[in-house]
């Protein structure tokens, strides 16, 4: 089976600036996958290119097989994508807005009518655009991507200005999605969000991948101890990198991240405590997306 999304190398220059750079990656049916990058790193430019919006310096773009440069009209014809803040006519109400997209594409009011209910909009659907919440009006472009019912959607920002509830709700709504076999692409910034909802992610930085794999694996490499001692930090560290089997150490908010097992912690307190130095704290440390992505991106 082809992968819903796979990017060869795509690269994109505006003038003397690569703002993408040879970027890969692949995203599977019933997958859903996080892309995630600092303001500037390329993750727009990215998603341009993936819907044929904008033309690739070189590499290419695949949906489901097909080129998105060569076979445009095939590539799209089963992707849905919500990017930036959806656009409707204000003055028409939400369910008119979606029949004016859907009589384009030829479809029907029932399926309109569908869409709403799974975004769960039918009770406001009569009202206008111009009204709606900004929960209401993310909720109403992600039916719009969502009326030809695709097998791939592209989500960009879909929880932005949405207060807690309304993130949740997007959030159980991208997770149903997924469980009825599409592929998501997730471009979010919030990044508690896409950790609990993704199954990989890739970091971009500066127009490169700097990170990519599944999230459990990616946050199993910042495993390790938590250390707060009182009195000589900097003798701790000393004391602790030359410690056998300890791949690091490194300081954050005054304490000592050790880079080793969690069942060591014993043996580094008896270290720390026979080099007269009081242990305050000392407990298995996991990393958060949030740590890695600052780590990658400082």
Do not use: W
Not at 248 to 267: F, I, M, Q
């Amino acid at each position: 089976m082809d992968a819903a999304i796979q990017a060869e190398d795509l690269t994109k220059r505006f003038g003397a600036r690569t703002v993408v750079d040879r970027v890969c990656f692949a995203v599977q049916p019933g997958e859903i996958f996080g892309f995630l990058g600092p303001n500037g790193a390329g993750k727009t430019t990215t998603i341009g290119m993936l819907l044929g919006l904008v033309r690739p310096d070189a590499g290419r773009a695949l949906l489901f097989g097909h080129d998105v440069q060569r076979e445009p009209a095939t590539a799209l014809r089963e992707v849905g994508a919500l990017v930036e803040a959806p656009a409707f006519y204000p003055y028409l109400s939400g369910r008119d807005n979606l029949r004016v997209l859907a009589r384009a594409d030829g479809l029907s009011n029932q399926r309109v009518e569908a869409v709403l209910a799974q975004v769960e909009l039918t009770a406001r659907a009569g009202d206008r655009f111009r009204v709606y919440s900004q929960g209401m009006r993310q909720r109403l472009g992600i039916a719009a991507a969502l009326l030809r019912e695709p097998r791939l959607v592209i989500l960009d920002e879909p929880t932005n200005g949405l207060d807690p509830a309304g993130q949740q709700s997007i959030r159980e709504l991208v997770k149903s999605l997924a469980h009825a076999g599409r592929a998501i692409f997730l471009s979010s910034h919030i990044l508690p969000e896409v950790e609990q909802l993704c199954d990989r992610v890739a970091i971009l930085v500066n127009g490169r991948i700097t990170a990519q794999g599944a999230v459990a694996e990616l946050l199993q490499r910042g495993r390790g101890v938590l250390v707060r001692v009182s009195g000589d930090q900097h003798r701790a560290v000393e004391l602790l990198r030359a410690l056998e089997g300890v791949a690091g150490v490194r300081e954050e908010n005054g304490a000592l991240l050790v880079d080793a097992p969690a069942e060591r912690a014993a043996e580094i307190n008896a270290l720390l405590t026979a080099a007269g130095l009081a242990v305050a704290e000392i407990r298995a440390y996991e990393q958060r997306l949030e740590d890695l992505f600052f780590d990658l991106t400082r």
